[in-house]
């Protein structure tokens, strides 16, 4: 019986007319249920705290400084998926093209390509034969 006395002391307070932890029945019935202003507080602080929330993330969208997301110098023009994280790419550095080969853990180089340009059309003077 010693050993079940700091487990019966508790259920014999709460027996006698004490809340619990050993405070009177009208302190716990009034903080089990908070007033309606108690409540609206509540709200109110988790609202504003929520409205601030979106304001810092409204600032730091609009002047976090980004990295621009194409570099005039190098320049992805296409890629080829040939297997789960892996692909051919043809990239422009400058005026140079190259095709590389990316896996999961490396990126390989190919060979240069060479730039095709498209032939002009011969002009109708030249065709005629210059008459």
Not at 42 to 61: D, I, K, T, W
Not at 121 to 129: K, L, Q, R, T, V
Request: no cysteine; charged share 15%; net charge positive.
């Amino acid at each position: 019986m010693r050993l079940l006395t700091p487990v019966l002391l508790p259920l014999r307070a709460l027996n006698e007319g004490e809340g619990s932890l050993g405070l009177p029945a009208a302190l716990t019935a009034a903080s089990a249920s908070p007033s309606w202003p108690e409540v609206l507080r509540v709200f109110g602080v988790l609202l504003g705290l929520l409205g601030l929330l979106l304001v810092a993330l409204h600032l730091a969208r609009r002047f976090w400084v980004r990295p621009s997301p194409t570099s005039p110098l190098i320049q992805i023009l296409a890629t080829r998926y040939l297997a789960a994280r892996q692909a051919l790419l043809v990239v422009a550095v400058g005026q140079e093209r190259f095709l590389l080969a990316s896996s999961q853990d490396r990126v390989d180089f190919l060979t240069p390509l060479a730039i095709s340009r498209p032939e002009t059309p011969a002009s109708p003077e030249s065709a005629e034969g210059g008459t």
